[in-house]
């Protein structure tokens, strides 16, 4: 069975920053490009940014450039989101996806953790 | 970036009623269009992708039509468990980018 786990979530301060992580299991993790997408309260869905299986690309939405980075661990099967000058407007929920091998659509999701950046 | 648009944005609808869903993208995207349906308070699921080709363990009367700019998503016979926000995506070039969604409502 496929499971995508994410972690991290929290509430914190404007400009604080926070990491979430995201654990695969029941996939060749490595095979798969991986995606964080996130979705504001009562919102409609936001990717976010996305790294190559060996983590030699990585792509941001305008909104995070310079703030997010995206990075993964394969030997870890793992998947990370380090969030820094966090705003009002970054609050969501954060899922991680997966997209396999030679394809271009998410077909796996994590649960999702929600971040809430308020003073 | 490509920016997509999905009509109607709601919609009612009796269970056994054929639906269709419409997302229209700002420029071609050949067939880079998945469907995604999100229940509240949960993941959303993989529907469709490329525009046509049904995800694994999808139901048959889900269906994904169109190329270029024009796409739609239809649902043939409406059950109970069908009620959802359903998101179209395009996978052609990033930042990828969502519909605003379609949520489908018991009439």
């Known amino acids: 069975e496929v499971q995508l786990v994410e972690s991290g979530g929290g509430l914190v301060q404007p400009g604080g920053s926070l990491r979430l992580s995201c654990a695969a299991s029941g996939i060749t993790f490595s095979n798969y490009w991986m995606s964080w997408v996130r979705q504001a309260p009562g919102k409609g869905l936001e990717w976010v940014a996305n790294?190559?299986?060996?983590?030699?690309?990585?792509y941001y939405v305008e909104s995070v450039k310079g703030r997010f980075t995206v990075s993964r661990d394969n030997a870890k099967n793992s998947l990370y989101l380090q969030m820094n000058s966090l705003r009002a407007e970054d609050t969501a929920v954060y899922y991680c996806?997966?997209?396999?091998?030679?394809?271009?659509?998410?077909?796996?999701w994590g649960r999702g953790t929600l971040v809430t950046v308020s003073s | 970036d490509i920016q997509m648009t999905q009509s109607p944005s709601s919609l009612s609808a009796s269970v056994g009623d054929r639906v269709t869903i419409t997302c229209r993208a700002s420029?071609?995207?050949?067939?880079?269009l998945n469907w995604y349906q999100q229940k509240p308070g949960k993941a959303p699921k993989l529907l469709i992708y490329?525009?046509?080709s049904l995800g694994t363990g999808v139901p048959s009367r889900f269906s994904g039509s169109g190329s270029g700019t024009d796409f739609t998503l239809t649902i043939s016979s409406l059950r109970p468990e069908d009620f959802a926000i359903y998101y179209c995506?395009?996978?052609?070039?990033?930042?990828?980018?969502f519909g605003g969604g379609t949520k489908v409502e018991i009439k």
């Open positions: 490329y525009a046509s």
């Open positions: 995506q395009q996978s052609s070039s990033v930042p990828f980018t």
């Open positions: 996806a997966s997209t396999p091998i030679f394809k271009d659509h998410f077909d796996y």
């Open positions: 420029q071609s995207i050949k067939t880079f």
């Open positions: 790294i190559k299986q060996d983590g030699s690309e990585k």
